[in-house]
């Protein structure tokens, strides 16, 4: 699997205002970077414990769901957008469209 480049850069203050910048690189998969990103747009959606639910997301009526269309844990196109990040480089579908759900919107 092909590798991407990340660049991070952390900057420590230190007295009088003078910083120090540090960067390191680090390597990683489509997989993995598509997985971080759906669990960053999971905690911000729920920031708790999902009893190990899946999670789903329909752009039509722009919610975030668990397991259930009813289910709705948010409506913030951002972290919809960063599902569908996740599902194009992990190669994954979980789109309410792709699992089988018929959501009127």
């Known amino acids: 699997m092909k ?3 990340i660049d991070i850069q ?19 998969d489509a997989k993995k970077l598509g997985e971080a990103l759906r669990r960053l747009a ?7 414990d999902d009893a190990g639910c899946d999670w789903f997301y329909c ?10 269309p009813e289910w709705v ?3 913030d196109e951002n972290l919809i957008q960063l599902m ?8 994954s579908n979980y ?3 792709g699992n ?4 009127a919107t």
Do not use: P, W
């Open 3 to 5: 590798k991407t480049l």
């Open 10 to 28: 952390d900057t420590f203050t230190i007295a009088d205002g003078v910083a120090l910048a540090l960067r390191k690189h680090v390597e990683v």
């Open 42 to 48: 999971c905690n911000n959606a729920y920031g708790g």
């Open 59 to 68: 752009e039509e009526r722009k919610i975030i769901f668990i397991g259930n």
């Open 73 to 75: 844990v948010s409506k």
């Open 84 to 91: 569908k990040a996740a599902d194009i480089l992990t190669g």
């Open 95 to 97: 789109s309410a469209k």
């Open 100 to 103: 089988g759900f018929d959501i």
